[in-house]
């Protein structure tokens, strides 16, 4: 039924990295709910497999010395929105973790994959990237660090180098200080669905006034996006309900939504402004 031919599971970093190093035809799995099902669709034959599952160290939450939030790439969804330092600074975070999948993928699946598989859908992609994310991918050779803005290279695909590992998600204390958040899901099924429609919106505001805005997106282009036009023109507006449609209709100089059996481009283009319109009054305080 599944066509491996060998798994290799170390169990510290460093080992992992080795092996990939030495071996970089390797399939890297995390949970698995994305790559046991692409093996079972026949897209891989033979795979050899390198499981971080028994990696010590991976799947951890905190905070630095510099208020910076980290999360171990291996981390669950299910952890990540039991986590109390992620309700308290980054909410928006655990409400994207908790809209993901059902109970039995949210108790395998990880952050890490959700990001590596590059999914227009993702859930964790908008929430992340209004955070101004960093991601932190190491080789036997050494380390880099970018932002998560930067990863992306089309539908599905990411720019991850030859035995690269990505190992840490980096939330800046910048980057979630005096900031209110809110992701909406929207999909044909209340579970176990993917995201026809994802908005993430993070917010930051004097006396009713946009500090910064950011706003990003989930199957509207490509990949997950950034509404840098409608972010730009959002500084420093007063939060009336004038602003608030101008702003949500903006969102769409950067969407490009595409038509497919979910949901058609102008559905999806209304979703788009709908749901920030829904997400900006939330944040200010409307119900
Ligand atoms: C029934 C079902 C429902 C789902 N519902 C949702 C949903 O609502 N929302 C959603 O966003 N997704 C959903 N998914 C998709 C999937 O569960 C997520 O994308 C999940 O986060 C993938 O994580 P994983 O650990 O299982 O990744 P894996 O399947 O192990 O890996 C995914 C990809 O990332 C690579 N990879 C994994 N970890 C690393 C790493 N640390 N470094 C480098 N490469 C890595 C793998 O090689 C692979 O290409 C669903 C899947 C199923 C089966």
């Excluded at 998560?148 to 200080?177: D, H, M």
């Excluded at 500090?211 to 490509?222: E, F, K, Q, T, W």
């Excluded at 840098?228 to 949500?248: C, F, H, M, P, R």
Aim: charged share 25%.
């Amino acid at each position: 039924m599944f066509d491996i031919k060998k798994i290799y599971e170390p169990t510290c970093l460093q080992e992992a990295l080795d092996i990939y190093q030495n071996n970089p035809q390797l399939k890297v799995i995390a949970g698995g709910t994305d790559v046991l099902i692409n093996l079972r669709h026949g897209k891989y034959e033979e795979v050899e497999l390198l499981s971080l599952q028994r990696v010590k160290g991976l799947d951890e939450i905190k905070m630095l010395d510099d208020g910076t939030i980290e999360i171990g790439a291996l981390t669950t969804f299910t952890k990540i929105f039991r986590n109390d330092l992620i309700n308290e600074h980054i909410p928006i975070l655990a409400e994207a973790a908790v809209s993901m999948g059902g109970p039995q993928i949210r108790n395998i699946a990880t952050i890490g994959g959700n990001i590596c598989n590059g999914a227009v859908s993702a859930d964790s992609a908008p929430a992340l990237l209004t955070l101004n994310a960093l991601l932190v991918l190491e080789t036997a050779m050494g380390s880099r660090t970018v932002p998560l803005t930067e990863f992306y290279a089309g539908p599905g695909k990411v720019k991850l180098q030859p035995s690269e590992i990505l190992t840490k998600i980096l939330i800046t204390k910048e980057n979630y200080t005096n900031f209110k958040g809110k992701y909406i899901k929207f999909s044909n099924r209340k579970a176990m669905d993917i995201a026809m429609i994802g908005v993430a919106v993070l917010l930051n505001t004097t006396d009713n006034r946009v500090n910064d805005l950011r706003i990003a997106l989930g199957v509207s282009a490509p990949t997950p996006i950034r509404c840098y036009e409608a972010e730009k023109v959002s500084i420093g507006l007063e939060l009336t309900e004038d602003n608030l449609k101008t702003i949500s209709e903006m969102t769409l100089l950067d969407a490009k939504p595409r038509d497919s059996w979910r949901g058609s481009k102008a559905y999806r283009e209304h979703l788009i402004k709908v749901l920030t319109y829904r997400a900006l009054r939330e944040l200010r305080g409307d119900n």
